[in-house]
């Protein structure tokens, strides 16, 4: 289940992203390598595993290096918070051709908000700030499929808040990391922006 890429279904993340570049493109032609540093809490790590996360960090015609780097490229993140959780009750009534009420069908789901901040920055040399992004700065939806009684709605959400829980980071962190990504490669002025 440690995988970096995991989509699911009934995800439906309506976090906030926000990004900003200090861009110096006089220092452009002096970036040839980089350093990635990873900071996240080991909750984090038991859903994406570190190297996972690393790896997912990189720019294209900059060498990776661990010492003296030209940049340093830095990813960190909070622990998951669970804002709400609970069994929520679904009903619809029922009309007859007349258009009166005759009963109702009720069903139940699970719907959880959680929130997961993350950051990524990069430095130059001399310690200046040349990217900054901050991502899940909002709140995300989760919402399961309907069942028919309460009992089976907690009894899904008991037997699988573990599972969900990893859902829930990659569902925040693994579009951080491609949004990150992406800014890295094609929106700083490193030579590989050039190409």
């Not at 540093?37 to 909750?43: F, K, L, N, Q």
Request: proline share 4%; with cysteine.
């Amino acid at each position: 289940m440690k995988t970096l890429i995991r989509f699911t279904l009934f995800l439906l993340p309506i976090a906030s992203f926000a990004q900003k570049a200090v861009l110096d493109n006089k220092n452009a032609n002096e970036y040839t390598t980089y350093a990635v540093e990873v900071h996240v809490p080991d909750s984090i790590l038991q859903s994406i595993p570190q190297a996972s996360i690393e790896s997912a960090i990189s720019i294209r015609g900059l060498k990776k290096v661990t010492a003296s780097p030209s940049l340093t490229v830095s990813f960190t993140s909070q622990n998951l918070v669970v804002i709400e959780e609970g069994v929520k009750e679904f009903v619809v009534a029922k009309k007859d051709s007349n258009g009166n009420t005759t009963g109702s069908d009720t069903s139940y789901y699970v719907q959880a908000l959680y929130s997961l901040k993350c950051e990524g920055k990069c430095y130059n040399e001399q310690k200046q700030l040349v990217y900054s992004a901050y991502w899940g700065v909002g709140q995300s939806k989760f919402t399961s499929f309907h069942m028919t009684t309460r009992q089976e709605a907690e009894d899904y959400w008991k037997n699988n808040k573990e599972s969900l829980k990893g859902n829930f980071i990659a569902s925040i962190i693994n579009p951080s990391l491609v949004a990150m990504g992406n800014r890295l490669n094609a929106g700083l002025p490193y030579p590989s922006a050039k190409n």
